[in-house]
């Protein structure tokens, strides 16, 4: 029937020969208008599935925005059906909730529910909604940029290029935002004490004081160490005390529960209170003292006794501080005994960990502070003061004339600068926005001389540079595969060696036509489609696995693809295989027309012949891609553009190959432009070799299974990681110095530090900004500055070189501000959507992960492949919460190309080691990656049985299809050969090029089983005799379409442009799976073939003696 249809519509396109050819050029002109109107983007359109609720309340102390603002939004989003993960994190005034869900849902929907419940929590008096924010590539800047002006200071250009740059840019269409960063200029006098007062580069900046308590002598009677409250041990952890039992406790530590959770005390059982030592004892307010039992009270009294020194007499200096400030001061090691012992950043610490202490202040200790130290108090609590003392606090600020920057310090390549990022609409073309803002960058330099724009970061010319190199690829594995066909159907004629001109262009054509028309698909499918799919979606949704098959075909036709190299990466993959059909169709109108029949017969029973074949071999190439539109996922999500473009591609080839090709071959191919049909020197060398493999069926299969075995070995040891890395590759060099220096010290420091780097070959731009440390504050507070802070982002110039690079700057960075202050690491944009390292560690008992975290990153340090490794638990004042239970996140950088492997023997490393109750698990970035690892195994299986359910459809056999199955494990050798020698990882790329081999390997094979039938049923051969002239007959098109696709291929493989990398892996798995599939298809088929046949042969001999 199917058979018939095809005919049919072979036999109306030589009936319309003027229709079907016009159609072609209409179809093949709207493709190429189509190219030209797609969108170009670097990569598709990735919205990660996660919201981020943002809460601000500033003022307000860790603890109790983690109790009455954090945990009962945990709470709530715990009730959210498709909410699979939260993670919060918790500081002074802030809020950080991650709420994440599986892909490939409705995201618009979820958050709905997000923001109904954020809408509906009830939240402290005075405190504004928490916002929602979400993320995706392309909310990266489309440009960033540096500006500087000779003649002009930071401040006038500042304010030159907000009245007039900014508005210029945001005029043009497509531009969404444009910040601007950068601009702080440091007094004279500032740079002067800086210059004075900073670390020699040799010498390490002065170590931050060791935040521990203080020992206090030992009492005589003294009990043995007694455990704290749990909750106690988790607020003291998070604010950087690691301590579990209460001998450690001293009067600080108490002072500040007193004033900031009195209701804490309540948990202390007399036996703990026995076991502090005096000093802590000394500071329990005399309410909690009196509300113990007399017996307890008459212990402690006796206790205090025993160790008062005797009493003093003595007048109060007006600069004294409060007892409870010395105490403070006692125990982190710091004298704290006058407010001259003050200083800005002790001020920002009270106000942060006990707020409460401030109340205690007296007004002379007020009026003798330093201007610096005033000018940091906060706001409500100078407000909450006495009017005329608030008056005099005023003029002594004012009259000082304090530096408080108000925002970064930005330089490029060492000059003052300010920084400007161009951000774009989500639907914006980059390509085309980008060329419209350097092009009125261009007209503002030339209007105002002395302006000058440097270009640090801007994605449009990689994105040319990627298409253009991608479609340059494909041009050339284009002519290769023409090349392949010119080649083949050539031949001696007369004593005369004759080019097949005519035949090659016949098939060569199918390869533009079926580029274009899928080009053309992108394009205007989706717009007629959608009307149609959407109804259908709603109404399956519900439906297990007719909802998720109806979902899988909605995507499949209703996707707006735009140019990306991984859309054009599957146009190249595919250039190779849209010429298959073609070729086989050309090839046996080829024998055909040199067999003699007439120009018509030979056409429509050419086509005819292996119409089927075709089909089966074009679908079987098509569905290996539908389980990842069923699977979701990251991968499903990456990559189904990829396997859209292929199917548009490889639909529009089987279109062409039964339509416009036969009618080309009829219009311009002729006997006597053929050579005649002779047995060619390939056949003479197979039919031999293949009638031995026939004869020695064991020896056949055991080779194969020798090498199959030593290629899963090389598979073991290639390196596995998630995606190869691509795009630009930068140094980041993080600063974090101790809250002593101020913005004039760090930067004095950065400057040595650029001094320093500048001399090094091999890198590029240097970009340096000062007062932002680059994580959440630069994230979620553009306007917080931090001034020992810095983020230094260092380009280079060949990417080969980075792990070489980044040791030397990283000696350098660690000489410059101390090894403890400062991380270096290099990325690029696919470390950055895909890459990085994340162990969790998680329990409901917090002090397990106090004492397990020095262990742990011990045990980390010590795998081969990580480095710099740091936990969150010393965030002072700091609480992470992974789905509502306490935890510690351990972060570090990734040394090695085989990622996923070292993440696993980390991950083992920590269980190991781990105490029974916590529990290790990936962070959120790795185990995405492991878990798209993980589905694109499962992906390729789901393929093989697909596969395999159109072989049983084709063949009406269930065991003739199986005997075609054997050619995917020899797919894998080639796969396994290539990896090595090419040196490449493991990665997604390359799995989805094995789930390609899956669809692309047998279509080999149907082509000649599908012979082998034909001689069967119709001309009564034996099955050796018909597997030997199925070979013979099949040997030139299966050759012609395996080299085709492969040449095609090596210009991808061998990846010249950037653009290349991410299908350069996948491309060098289908080169070698298809070489070792191709060659040992021809025998292992075969030789499977005549033992399965004789198998089933003997069953139905049995059953027929059974009927007997």
């Known amino acids: 029937m199917i058979e018939k249809l095809f005919n049919s519509i072979t036999r109306g396109s030589l009936r319309f020969k003027w229709v079907t050819i016009t159609l072609s050029v209409f ?267 007399p017996e307890v009270q008459a212990q402690l009294m006796e206790k205090l006794a025993s160790t008062a020194p005797p009493v003093v007499e003595e007048e109060t200096h007006p600069s004294t501080l409060p007892a409870a400030w010395q105490a403070a001061g006692e125990a982190q090691g710091i004298p704290l005994n006058t407010v001259d012992d003050l200083t800005p950043e002790l001020i920002q610490g009270f106000a942060s960990f006990a707020p409460e202490m401030l109340d205690l202040l007296t007004p002379d200790n007020l009026l003798l502070m330093a201007p610096e130290v005033l000018a940091v108090l906060p706001e409500d609590y100078i407000a909450s003061l006495d009017a005329d003392l608030q008056a005099e606090l005023d003029e002594i600020i004012q009259s000082a ?52 724009f440097e270009i640090v970061f801007e994605q449009a010319s990689f994105i040319e540079e990627s298409i253009s190199g991608v479609t340059r690829e494909g041009g050339l594995g284009a002519i290769f595969a023409v090349i392949v066909i010119l080649s083949f159907l050539s031949g001696r004629s007369n004593g005369k060696f004759k080019l097949s001109w005519r035949s090659t262009l016949v098939a060569g054509l199918s390869i533009p036509l079926s580029v274009f028309m899928a080009f053309a698909l992108f394009k205007w499918l989706p717009v007629v489609s959608d009307p149609v799919f959407t109804p259908l979606v709603d109404a399956t949704k519900d439906i297990a696995v007719l909802g998720g098959f109806i979902n899988a075909l909605a995507t499949l036709f209703t996707s707006k693809l735009t140019l990306n190299i991984m859309t054009l990466s599957g146009m190249t993959v595919a250039v190779g295989r849209v010429v298959d059909d073609s070729i086989v169709v050309l090839e046996n109108i080829y024998r055909h027309i040199q067999r003699g029949d007439d120009q018509r017969t030979s056409v429509l029973k050419g086509t005819r012949d292996v119409s089927i074949a075709i089909f089966a071999s074009t679908v079987t190439t098509v569905v290996v891609f539908l389980p990842i539109g069923l699977m979701g996922g990251l991968v499903g999500e990456f990559f189904m553009p990829f396997g859209i473009a292929v199917t548009y591609a490889l639909s529009a080839s089987f279109l062409v190959a039964i339509t416009i090709v036969p009618l080309l071959a009829f219009l311009f191919i002729r006997k006597e432009h053929l050579p005649p049909a002779e047995e060619t020197r390939m056949q003479k060398i197979y039919s031999p070799i293949l009638s031995w493999a026939l004869g020695h069926k064991g020896a056949t299969l055991a080779i194969a299974g020798v090498l199959l075995i030593g290629s899963v070995f090389l598979f073991g040891t290639r390196p596995q990681a998630f995606m190869p890395d691509f795009g630009d590759v930068r140094i980041s060099t993080t600063v974090d110095l101790p809250n002593e220096y101020n913005m004039a010290d760090t930067n004095a420091l950065t400057l040595e530090f650029e001094e320093a780097i500048f001399d090094i070959e091999g890198i590029g731009s240097v970009l340096t900004e000062i007062g932002s440390g680059g994580g959440m504050e630069s994230i979620f507070l553009g306007s917080a500055i931090n001034q020992s802070a810095a983020t230094i982002s260092i380009g280079i110039e060949n990417a080969e070189l980075a792990t070489e690079l980044t040791a030397q700057i990283r000696q350098k960075a660690e000489k410059t501000f101390g090894v403890d202050h400062v991380v270096v690491s290099s990325g690029s944009l696919s470390s950055q959507g895909f890459g990085g390292f994340a162990l969790v560690a998680s329990a409901e008992n917090f002090v397990k992960l106090v004492d397990f975290n020095d262990t742990a990153i011990q045990s980390l340090n010590d795998v081969d492949g990580l480095a710099n490794i740091s936990s969150n638990l010393y965030d002072t004042g700091t609480f992470l919460r992974v789905d509502g239970e306490p935890a510690i996140r351990f972060g570090g950088e990734l040394e090695t190309k085989d990622s996923l492997r070292v993440t696993n023997k980390a991950r083992e490393a920590l269980a190991e080691i781990a105490p029974a109750g916590i529990t290790i698990s990936e962070g959120f970035e790795s ?167 004789r198998f089933s042969k003997n069953g139905k001999k049995g059953k027929e003696k059974k009927a007997a």
Do not use: C
Not at 405 to 427: C, Y
């Open 401 to 452: 004339a304090i530096f408080i920057p108000t925002t970064t310090i930005n330089r490029a390549n060492g000059n003052p600068s300010l920084g400007m990022s161009i951000f774009m609409d989500k639907e914006a073309n980059t390509v085309s926005v980008s060329h419209k803002v350097f092009e009125k960058l261009d007209e503002l330099e030339a209007a105002d001389p002395g302006l000058e």
């Open 927 to 1093: 185990q995405m990656q492991s878990e798209g690892f993980a589905q694109t195994f499962q992906a390729i299986g789901i393929s093989i049985g697909m596969v395999y359910l159109v072989m049983v459809l084709t063949f009406n056999s269930f065991i003739y299809p199986f005997t075609i199955l054997f050619s995917l494990p020899l797919a894998v050798i080639g796969a396994a050969v290539a990896l090595w020698l090419s040196d490449s990882i493991l990665g997604l790329s390359s799995m989805v090029g094995m789930m390609m081999l899956v669809g692309i390997v047998v279509t080999n094979a149907i082509v000649l089983v599908s012979r082998v039938q034909v001689n069967r049923k119709e001309r009564g051969l034996e099955t050796k005799a018909a597997l030997l002239e199925a070979g013979r007959t099949r040997l030139r098109p299966i050759l012609m379409t395996a080299i085709a696709a492969i040449l095609a291929l090596v210009p991808l493989a061998i990846g010249f442009s950037e653009g290349a990398i991410i299908a350069s892996e996948l491309a060098i798995v289908v080169i070698g799976g298809l070489t070792t599939s191709t060659f040992l298809t021809l025998l292992i088929v075969p030789v499977m073939f005549n033992i399965l046949d």
């Open 27 to 293: 179809l093949m002109v709207a493709g190429v208008f189509a190219f030209t109107q797609l969108n170009q983007e670097l990569i598709p359109q990735i919205e990660f599935p996660q919201t981020i609720i943002l809460a601000l309340n500033p003022g307000m102390d860790a603890d109790t925005m983690l109790n009455e603002v954090t945990m009962p939004l945990e709470e709530a989003l715990s009730h959210i059906e498709d909410v699979v993960n939260v993670e919060t994190t918790t500081s002074s005034g802030l809020s950080v909730t991650v709420v994440r869900n599986d892909f490939g849902l409705d995201q618009e929907e979820i958050r709905a529910q997000i923001q109904a419940v954020v809408d509906a929590i009830e939240l402290p008096e005075g405190m504004e909604k928490p916002d929602l924010l979400t993320f995706s590539f392309s909310d990266l800047p489309l440009a960033s940029i540096s500006i500087s002006s000779e003649g002009s200071s930071l401040q006038e250009l500042k304010d030159l290029v907000e009245a007039k740059v900014v508005p210029e840019l945001e005029l043009i269409a497509g531009v969404a935002a444009v910040n601007i960063s950068g601009g702080q200029e440091l007094p004279a006098e500032e740079e002067e004490v800086a210059v004075e007062q900073s670390p020699e580069p040799t010498q390490e900046p002065t170590e931050e004081p060791t935040v521990e308590p203080t020992e206090e002598p030992p009492v005589e009677g003294e009990v043995e160490s007694v455990a704290m409250p749990d909750s106690w041990i988790a607020a003291m952890a998070a604010q950087g005390f690691p301590i579990t039992t209460v001998d450690q406790l001293n009067s600080m530590i108490i002072a500040g529960f007193a004033a900031s959770a009195p209701e804490m005390l309540d948990e202390l059982t007399p036996e703990m209170v026995l076991a502090m030592p005096v000093g802590a004892l000394a500071a329990l307010p005399e309410e909690f003292i009196a509300s113990m039992s």
